[in-house]
């Protein structure tokens, strides 16, 4: 019998699939259990705002027609928010499109890519689908002033001739540990121009507005440059995958040679593009969000959990021993979380931020199963 395994390039042979949150429907289909609450894959839980529903509706007619290839409408609103040439953004299938065209397009496998420990998944994906050497830079430590996180001195050190690509999220997921804009900027302008800087800003909605650090500020003064984005968190289109790059425009005609043809169905263009400025429903998102973080941190305080503080919608939850059977205990009472073994923090969870309702029954759940 043919080992179809054998004949696959060698990166892809090592490689192990993605393993996304938990569905509803997988737990209710296994425990026979109803009124699940899912807090497993950072979804806004407003889910769409009223103006992308809005656009949704309005494109129904059109299904039997391609969508726009090269997403002008889209890619217009997007320019005029970031201040852009058109020519300067990459569409994509969510930001984990472009991530991997980003490295299908730039990495060699005698190129090395770097990135930072307990760090989006797809990034050692990406690198090692192309067999490329993976650079991951040890994490900050729990005892660190911003624990968990990416450690730009050590990073900075670690690279080589070799380097050729750095993953950077801002804020991190699983971590939700954030940079500094003075430390990343200085950062960025130490790296050699011929080292492309991908910067995820795929969860940057949910930081503070004092805090916020917005890397296409910076798309003027540095060409290795690239910022990432997403309408899969605070803009609830995650059903929709719809996402893009920032960049000069060099890069983004590299990666527009490789893209998939109409990789951004209609609906979601016409979502995406309605939900750009829709400043009233962000600021709703936020709001629950802050009230709902609030209310998880002071149940860890409680049953003294330590976490990593977090700018996004999620919180990384230490429970001190193996994670799984809290996992599975808080399953069986209808509550799906994040297990985050795969990333090597075998005694966290990672716990999305819900709306009020959702969270009242998390720290319940919580608190019974830990208490």
Request: charge should be negative; aromatic fraction near 8%.
């Amino acid at each position: 019998m043919t080992d179809f395994k054998a004949l696959a390039a060698p990166g892809v042979q090592q490689l192990k699939p993605y393993i996304p949150g938990k569905p509803i429907s997988e737990l209710e289909r296994e425990l026979g259990i109803e009124n699940i609450i899912k807090l497993a894959s950072n979804e806004n839980p407003l889910g769409p705002s009223p103006k992308a529903m809005a656009a949704i509706q309005a494109e129904m007619d059109e299904l039997a027609l391609y969508p726009d290839g090269n997403g002008f409408e889209l890619k217009k609103v997007l320019a005029d928010k970031h201040g852009v040439d058109m020519d300067c953004i990459t569409l994509g299938n969510g930001s984990n499109d472009v991530l991997v065209l980003l490295a299908e397009a730039f990495l060699k496998p005698e190129d090395a890519a770097m990135y930072s420990q307990y760090s989006f998944a797809v990034y050692p994906i990406a690198i090692q689908a192309i067999g490329a050497t993976h650079q991951m830079v040890p994490a900050t430590d729990w005892d660190n002033e911003r624990p968990m996180g990416c450690d730009l001195p050590a990073m900075q050190a670690a690279i080589t001739d070799q380097t050729r690509m750095i993953f950077i999220a801002n804020p991190n997921n699983p971590t939700g540990s954030f940079l500094q804009a003075d430390e990343l900027k200085a950062f960025i302008a130490s790296v050699d121009k011929d080292v492309i800087v991908v910067l995820d800003e795929a969860y940057l909605e949910y930081s503070p507005a004092d805090e916020r650090v917005d890397g296409s500020e910076w798309l003027g003064e540095f060409d290795n440059l690239v910022i990432t984005r997403t309408f899969s968190k605070a803009y609830g289109l995650a059903g929709f995958r719809v996402g893009y790059a920032l960049s000069n425009p060099d890069i983004a005609n590299v990666l527009n040679r490789i893209r998939q043809p109409f990789n951004v169905n209609s609906l979601a263009l016409a979502a995406a593009a309605a939900a750009v400025n829709d400043d009233a429903f962000l600021e709703r998102s936020m709001q629950v969000n802050a009230a709902g973080m609030k209310a998880l941190e002071a149940s860890c305080q409680r049953l003294g959990l330590r976490y990593v503080p977090s700018k996004g919608n999620f919180l990384l939850v230490d429970f001190g021993r193996d994670a799984m059977p809290i996992y599975q205990s808080m399953l069986e009472k209808g509550v799906i979380t994040r297990p985050v073994a795969n990333y090597g923090l075998p005694n966290c969870l990672r716990i999305t931020i819900g709306n009020e309702t959702e969270m009242a029954r998390m720290v319940e759940v919580m608190e019974q199963v830990c208490g």
